[in-house]
């Protein structure tokens, strides 16, 4: 950015201590939506993504609701906090040092170097070594300040490890909001799937009732025998809908095959097949 008519020169020592006041101790802040339950899972999945791309992570301490640690990424230091505040996982990024190094590559990107080579000159020709000086300081504090000021929305600056955890931040939501997506799905087939298997415990409960009268009014040999089969049909369809409301949808199924062939069975005695 260049300097405007009333902006003034930064000598060197201004321009590190203007550079190292703005980032250092600003915290960035995200929120991440609906993840708190997968709280280690989305975690773990930053760091690993942090890691990949160069970040060193130091003293880490705490666990669920609260981890902390610190960080390095290239030339920059801070501390990181993963916060659990149901249903959001809120995370907060300290700088805590940054070097001019860092601020002098990000201007000389810029070109605003080349401003200064030409007053650089100038100076030296006239002989005028503090105005050389000031257009040196003045480009470098112009490029720094546009740098910074550019790459961050609002009224902070973005650091590059700031953009860099936003970035991580963001894949391990959609890795997390898929995994609980999946989830959804398979626990909405299975309550499909539940729904068919009470459909068909009640058929399997009418036809007990049916039998029951039947054999109430019948006689003989051939009732009791059918009615000891209703029966235990009937002990078998106690224990499936049980075996159903605890999820163990295997017992389920073969105890209403058996209640089935029972049913079946006690037709065949009555004859009313």
Do not use: W
Not at 19 to 32: C, K, R, T
Not at 45 to 69: F, Y
Not at 208 to 220: A, D, M, N, R, Y
């Amino acid at each position: 950015m260049p300097l405007s008519s009333k902006q003034k020169p930064l000598s060197a020592s201004k321009l590190l201590s203007r550079f190292d006041a703005v980032p250092v101790g600003m915290p960035f802040e995200y929120y991440s939506q609906g993840v708190s339950k997968f709280f280690v899972d989305f975690t773990e999945r930053v760091c690993s993504q942090l890691a990949l791309a160069g970040t060193e992570i130091t003293n880490k301490t705490g666990g669920e609701p609260l981890l902390e640690m610190d960080v390095r990424y290239k030339d920059e230091i801070g501390r990181l906090q993963f916060i659990r505040q149901d249903p959001n996982v809120k995370t907060i990024y300290t700088v805590k040092k940054r070097t001019l190094e860092e601020a002098a590559e990000k201007a000389t990107e810029q070109g605003v170097m080349l401003g200064a080579l030409g007053g650089l000159a100038g100076g030296i020709l006239k002989g005028d070594k503090e105005a050389a000086l000031g257009a040196v300081g003045g480009a470098v504090g112009g490029g720094v300040h546009g740098a910074l000021e550019g790459k961050h929305a609002a009224t902070d600056m973005a650091t590059e490890f700031a953009i860099l955890l936003a970035n991580s931040i963001r894949g391990a939501e959609d890795q997390v909001q898929a995994i609980m997506q999946g989830q959804q799905e398979a626990a909405s087939a299975r309550s499909e799937a539940s729904r068919e298997l009470r459909d068909q415990l009640d058929e399997i409960y009418g036809e007990i009732l049916t039998l029951k009268e039947e054999c109430s009014l019948s006689g003989g040999a051939a009732a009791k025998d059918a009615k000891a089969r209703v029966d235990r049909a009937e002990q078998l369809y106690n224990e499936a809908t049980a075996a159903l409301d605890a999820g163990r949808v295997s017992e389920t199924k073969a105890k209403m095959v058996a209640a089935r062939n029972l049913t079946e069975s006690a037709k065949s005695k009555l004859g009313t097949q």
